[in-house]
């Protein structure tokens, strides 16, 4: 990934950062286009697809960022639940669409 692009993918997590759903569990909202986009390129965040995905996801250590994109079906009471079942401290976003 080129610098600008890590430094547009940086952006668009201080943007996320700023629409907590839960933040506790630092969970965080992806509405806009670019955002998703941007963290889906980033080698630094893993994708997960599905609760299963998001369950390994929160228990690789390796991992620090998770990206749940809109067709995952995951929703916010479940992120939550896997959250708090992994004990692990991870920065989650959410992409919803209207």
């Known amino acids: 990934?080129?610098?600008?692009?890590?430094?547009l993918a940086r952006l668009a997590r201080q943007r996320c950062l700023a629409s907590p759903l839960?933040?506790?569990?630092?969970?965080?909202?992806?509405?806009g286009e670019w955002e998703p986009m941007l963290l889906q390129k980033d080698p630094a965040t893993a994708q997960a697809d599905s609760l299963e995905a998001l369950r390994r996801a929160l228990a690789d250590i390796a991992?620090?960022?998770?990206?749940?994109?809109?067709?995952?079906?995951?929703?916010?009471?479940?992120a939550a639940r896997a959250v708090d079942q992994s004990?692990?401290?991870?920065?989650l976003f959410?992409?919803?669409r209207d």
């Open 94 to 96: 959410l992409e919803q």
């Open 63 to 78: 991992i620090a960022t998770v990206l749940l994109p809109a067709g995952s079906g995951v929703t916010l009471e479940e």
């Open 22 to 31: 839960d933040a506790a569990r630092r969970i965080y909202r992806l509405e």
């Open 87 to 91: 004990g692990q401290q991870k920065t």
């Open 1 to 7: 990934m080129s610098a600008s692009l890590v430094s």
